[in-house]
């Protein structure tokens, strides 16, 4: 299940992980879903754990 408009939020830092941007540093491409990436994957800003990230609601 994806996050609304694809948005996931970090409840650590309040980074936002948008699909549609990916993370190219972490080698996630533009269209990466959030449920496809590594299980190791961290949040770009603060380290926080893939699975600690909520949808995205504004």
């Not at 080698?27 to 959030?34: E, I, L, N, S």
Request: hydrophobic share 35%; aromatic share 10%; charged share 15%.
């Amino acid at each position: 299940m994806s996050g609304p408009n694809g948005k996931w939020q970090c409840p650590v830092c309040g980074e936002i992980y948008d699909e549609a941007l990916g993370d190219p540093e972490a080698g996630a491409p533009p269209g990466t879903r959030f449920e496809t990436l590594p299980a190791g994957w961290l949040c770009p800003a603060c380290g926080a754990a893939h699975d600690s990230f909520a949808p995205y609601a504004p």
